[in-house]
């Protein structure tokens, strides 16, 4: 069983800082490409930024220069640095992830989400 644990959300002022976090845990051989999403209420579901197993980063053009997407492969953990915050960005976070559980069987999983508020 593949589980993905997204933590790190909170409150924050405009301008402030957070960085959230996602662990695999689980039965895994390797991890392909890993995202993160979010959803504001009301409002459909934003890829926010994509980083690749060789390390390759793409982005919103919402979050380009404030938001960082990292990876730790020794411990099947995905972060994104979030910087210079905005009102906008407060949303539900969820991280998902491309996961071989053996070489030959490759399968796609969510996470339940962390929730950012940006607020003052």
């Known amino acids: 069983q593949v589980r993905l644990v997204e933590s790190g959300g909170g409150l924050v002022q405009p301008g402030g800082s957070l960085r959230l976090s996602c662990a695999a845990s689980?039965?895994?051989?390797?991890?392909?490409?890993m995202r993160w999403y979010r959803q504001a209420p009301g409002k459909q579901r934003e890829l926010v930024a994509t980083?690749?197993?060789?390390?390759?980063?793409n982005y919103a053009d919402s979050v380009k220069g404030r938001f960082t997407i990292s990876r730790d492969n020794a411990k099947n953990t995905v972060y994104l640095q979030m910087n210079s915050l905005k009102p906008e960005d407060t949303a539900a976070y969820y991280c998902?992830?491309?996961?071989?559980?053996?070489?030959?069987?490759?399968?796609?999983?969510w996470g339940k989400g962390t929730l950012v508020t940006v607020s003052s």
């Open positions: 998902d992830a491309d996961i071989l559980r053996t070489p030959y069987s490759r399968m796609h999983y």
């Open positions: 689980g039965r895994i051989f390797s991890i392909n490409d």
């Open positions: 980083i690749t197993n060789g390390g390759t980063t």
